[in-house]
């Protein structure tokens, strides 16, 4: 597989905070990233970096085996689609996408009149009158129909309904089943793209704490469910990165594919084995990590949950 | 459909596998391709791919060059086979564990599928009696 990014040690610090610490990674050509984590982890930052919207403080950065800043050769061929997009005054759709045809060679221009048709986009309105899901519908267009060789969806959905969300799920999937590239998408709805996605990274307060294969997590974590005394029998030894208790009954989140054995364990002791979706996974972690940092309290562990990965 | 816990590409092998099982995908038939099964299940064309490509390790499917995959000869039977071998722990195993907490004998189990079945065979004969 041929990578198409490459990022070694990249740090960025804004003043006093280390907004992204120490990272490594590559990208593969062709392949659908998830790019998951907290509000602040770090994930617009990387992203702009990478887009050469940003500086990085430290660290080496290649796209295409190249130094993207002020290099249009890579430029060109990279779409970075932002969930607070500005265009400019008194612009309609349809400059905006004017602009992006004559911007990415590979603009694709009946798949952008087709997708104008299906998000109903009023294209001879200016940008600045459209509503917030208009708005995001006009940086989904750009950022399909443009077809760039990497393309970047930064929560590209505030706005979009579940019916518009839906479409561009679908459409993104039927356009790399034809024209493959590199997609690159920053969600926070984990549930819903998480089907879509080859890969996963999880940045967490600036670091990597996940690059893998989706599927390969799938299995990573199971609940364990039922009476209290027989679930700490099971899980004495294992990782237990989240534990949940009502009456008698306790619900315990392990880490660690389960074998067959233990499943004939589990069984025999009278426990439920609940699956753990891609969602609840990052949320535990990110929240496991969180519980262990220096000088994080309890009550900050406690809002993770509900606060960030809605 | 995609159930939560387990492997992807798992799942669409065993969903085209029961259709090799219930004979809605013959053999020497053509198998969905990765992304007609992509689109359907609303995955990633990648993982698609992943679990065609189990079955044609597995000798399930077999490639026919610039045509697409087909469903070998022989697969229903293997399937069925393999199927029958697992019965017994995935079905079987779980009915007595939740039979013992009940406290149901072997022997009450034995009776009581023995009623099930005969008021299902009642039933689709009704059915076939009237067909509407």
Redesign the interface.
Known sequence: MTSVIEVKSLTKRYRDTLAVDDVSFAIEQN??YGLLGRNGAGKTTVMSILTAQNFATSGEVRVFGEQPYENTRVLSRMCFVRESQKYPEDATARHAFGMARLFFPRWDQPLADRLIDDFQLPTKRTIKKLSRGQLSAVGVIIGLASRAEITFFDEPYLGLDAVARQIF??RL??D???HPRTVILSSHLIDEVS????RVLVIDRGRIIMDEE???V??RA?NIVGDSAAVDAFVAGREVIHRESLGRVSSVTVLGALTPADRARL??A?LDV?????QQLIVRTTQHAAGNGVGESAADAATTEEGALR | MIEDGRPIFLQIAESVEDAIVDGSLAEESQAPSTNELAAFHRINPATAAKGIAMLADKGVLYKRRGVGMFVAPGSRVRLLVERRAAFAESFVDPLLAEAQTLGLEPADLVALINDRAAARAAVSATIEGNPQ
Do not use: C
């Open positions: 392949r659908i799920y679908d999937l039927e790399y089943a034809t089907n879509l996605l080859e989706t599927d390969a799938r299995d199971a069984a025999a009278g609940a699956p753990v979706s891609l």
